[in-house]
């Protein structure tokens, strides 16, 4: 509810919290933050999937970045990522790559970049088209950003890094009780966990959040919340 959302974001200015991630296919997301004003915050929203019937992939971007900034009711977002990277890959690649680029250029965003689910895509990707930001999975369970090198390596380009999946999908934070029967295989794993937050005092919501935060090559670490209860 709008009511509710206003608390969240509220809480969020009150808290220091600086980054707003959101993106076109996430329902009406934007043009719910658009009517509560989020001018303040450096704003990062994603491109859906290109269809593979687009004849002109720079009108394309061109009319969805319209489209974000309208919603937004910004004149411009901090950051715009694909949430496809793989798309940068295929036959309109470079075309894809060129719109982006363009849109930084007249000033529609600050950076762009992509999210991807394996370190392993940026290989590929950097030579098509070298980020600005990445966003990319990290946690306690998921490391595969920090030890495949990739975490520093884009430290040291300056490529601002948002790592995202800190509970991993909420199975860090989850009572055992409670998690789905498939996750059973796994026991030993859950009980380690929590005789580890028992052995340190500390809560699985601190000890999620920590690990990201403790890397100075990470930039920003999001995660969602439905309720400013929650929050």
Known sequence: PRQEARKIVSLARLAGVDTIDTAISY????????????GDFRVVT????????????ADW????ITGSLNRLGV????????????QLL??????????????????????????????????????????DIVQAPLNLLDRRLETSGWLQRLHDVGVEVHTRSAFLQGLLVMNQATMPPR???WRVLWDTWQTWLDAHGVSATRACLQYP???PQVDRVVVGVSSTAEF
């Open 183 to 185: 996750f059973g295989r």
């Open 213 to 215: 935060l403790s890397f």
């Open 61 to 64: 971007v061109r009319g969805q």
């Open 27 to 38: 329902g009406n997301s934007e043009v719910c933050l658009g009517e509560i004003g989020v």
């Open 75 to 86: 004149a411009r977002v901090h950051g715009l990522l694909l949430h496809r990277a793989d």
């Open 90 to 131: 295929g036959k309109q690649g470079q075309t894809l790559a060129s719109a982006l680029l363009r849109a930084r250029q007249d000033g529609l965003v600050g950076k762009v970049g992509v999210s991807i689910y394996d370190p392993e895509q940026l290989a590929a990707i950097m030579p098509v088209c070298t980020p």
């Open 46 to 57: 994603k491109l859906p999937p290109m269809p593979d019937d687009i004849a002109d992939a």
